[in-house]
């Protein structure tokens, strides 16, 4: 791939003596300018306005759209003259006559909000009501003020509204999930059946099983499922069937799961994935694997779901073989190329079985970069089949490693009874572990530090020569009796 350098001068020039520049042009001089720190006023930045300001002058070869207008909004959160920049990007909307058009109008609030005026940005929503009523109105603001994270603001309008429908409500329900407030999104489900003559329909029913899904309430699942039950039912879609599997699965009622799962049509590969993965965090790897077959034998073709599910089953349950197997199926048989995640599953599953070094050979043929969680998973199948070689490569790439993981390999020093080694090998480390260069003040206020440092010495002096722990030897350690006698700090490969 070609690599092309830009510059802000470029950008300057091409926004200037295009011809007759489009609106795409005019995102891409916005977008340009807004990635460089130092940016000026020109012909397309007023002077009168902050040279950082992102708001713009209305010329004669500027064309203006509402997706570019949301740009300068989004903007004002993080600008030092947020205000001022806000008040005028305000009044060239009102100027443009995008007045009250229903995602600016929401792009506005959500501006206001976010700069401490809330006192405007309900005038306005009050406003707008009065200005556009119609149900279409609303529902496109509630739409845009989930999007912008503005709950409350939505709920406010929600109520003053005279028109509404199962939209309405249905993106009430479906913005509080996406925006992690399961208990509203339920408590705005028994509000809709009990405070209004709608009746909540498919739409509905699948965000409040999600909301449950996340909770884990058992209790509220079933009572969804009720609902969804009564006055002749709704059909149940794929969606729906997937929910339904889903939301029982992850409450910890798998029979009921099951139950679903035999009772719905399975045409739809979401259905099956929902059943081997719930199979799967339940620990019934037999299970997922003969739903599996029937997967098959039903002439549904698996995804890449299916086989993370597949794996993680093999995983859990130790069937290294097995997820040998499936890992191999995707990409022979359904020609579906392995993911990070599925090469996560993989090592977590290879490191488990006690195929360590063939874990780290399947990290090093990766196509794709490992993440920290893989890494994390060779530490601690290395220190499990005590091999500090593999744990120390592990570390290594961990960039932000955690007190945990050198805690994970304190230990696995300890069992081997190769501190010398370690301290030969990869004396950073070592220098890390031992800190010779900490003050003991940082040390004596983090007790996490601290623990971790008692943890390393206490190692030291169990198993270490004493010229390794004379190299180890702060004075402010010397001088700490529990950290030559002590216990091992009970710490958690977690932290």
């Given amino acids: 791939m070609q690599r092309i350098s830009i510059s802000i001068s470029g950008i300057r020039r091409f926004s200037v003596t295009s011809p007759s520049p489009s609106s795409a042009s005019n995102h891409v001089t916005l977008a340009g300018k807004k990635a460089f720190s130092f940016l000026d006023s020109d012909q397309t930045f007023p002077r009168n306005y902050h040279h950082q300001s992102p708001l713009y002058k209305v010329s004669s070869f500027l064309v203006v759209d509402q997706r570019l207008l949301k740009q300068v909004l989004g903007s004002c959160k993080s600008q030092s003259n947020s205000k001022s920049v806000l ?28 700069c401490s005026l809330s006192h405007i940005a309900r005038r306005l929503l009050t406003r707008f009501l009065s200005l556009s009523p119609g149900v279409s109105n609303t529902n496109l603001v509630i739409e845009s003020l989930m999007i912008n994270r503005e709950c409350g603001l939505a709920k406010k309008l929600l109520r003053k509204a005279s028109d509404r429908n199962v939209i309405t409500w249905n993106l009430m329900i479906g913005g509080y999930v996406r925006n992690v407030q399961y208990e509203e999104a339920l408590r705005t489900l028994k509000d809709m059946i009990s405070f ?24 509220r699942a079933k009572w969804v499922h009720s609902l969804m039950m009564t006055d002749g039912g709704v059909e149940l879609n794929p969606i729906l069937c997937t929910a339904l599997v889903d939301v ?20 739809d590969v979401s259905v099956w994935n929902a059943m081997i993965t719930g199979f799967a965090t339940h620990g019934l790897a037999e299970e997922a694997i003969r739903v599996f077959s029937e997967m098959e034998g039903g002439h549904v073709w698996p995804d890449s779901i299916t086989f993370l599910g597949m794996l993680t ?74 091999n500090p070689k593999l744990a120390e490569t592990a570390i290594q790439n961990l960039s932000k490693a955690r007190s945990g993981d050198y805690v994970l390999l304190s230990n696995i020093y300890s069992s081997t009874k190769k ?13 890390w572990l031992t800190s010779q260069e900490q003050p003991p003040e940082i040390v004596s206020s983090n007790p996490v530090f601290l623990a971790l440092h008692k943890k390393v010495m206490t190692n030291l002096n169990k198993h270490a020569a004493p010229e390794t722990r004379a190299a180890a030897g702060q004075p402010w350690v010397k001088g700490w009796d529990d950290f030559k006698r002590g216990r091992d700090a009970p710490i958690s490969g977690n932290q």
């Fill in 87 to 114: 008040l005028q990007a305000h009044a060239h909307i009102l100027k443009l006559g995008y007045g009250t058009h229903p995602t600016l109008v929401a792009s506005i609030v959500a501006a206001y909000r976010r």
């Fill in 313 to 386: 089953a093999c995983s859990h349950c130790g069937l290294l073989e097995e997820g040998k197997g499936y890992f191999d199926l995707m990409s022979q048989r359904y020609s579906i190329q392995p993911k990070l995640e599925h090469y996560g599953a993989m090592v977590d599953l290879l490191g488990r079985g006690g195929k360590v070094k063939e874990a780290y050979e399947l990290i090093e043929s990766m196509p794709v970069e490992p993440d920290l969680v893989i890494w994390r998973s060779l530490l601690s199948s290395s220190r499990t089949y005590k």
């Fill in 248 to 267: 029982y699965a992850k409450c910890g009622d798998i029979k009921s799961s099951r139950e679903v799962f035999y009772g719905v049509e399975r045409d």
């Fill in 419 to 431: 501190w010398e080694s370690a301290q030969k090998e990869n004396p950073d480390l070592w220098k």
């Fill in 196 to 219: 209004s003559d709608i009746k909540p329909n498919k739409f509905s029913f699948a965000s409040a099983l999600a909301a449950c899904a996340r909770l884990g309430d058992l209790n």
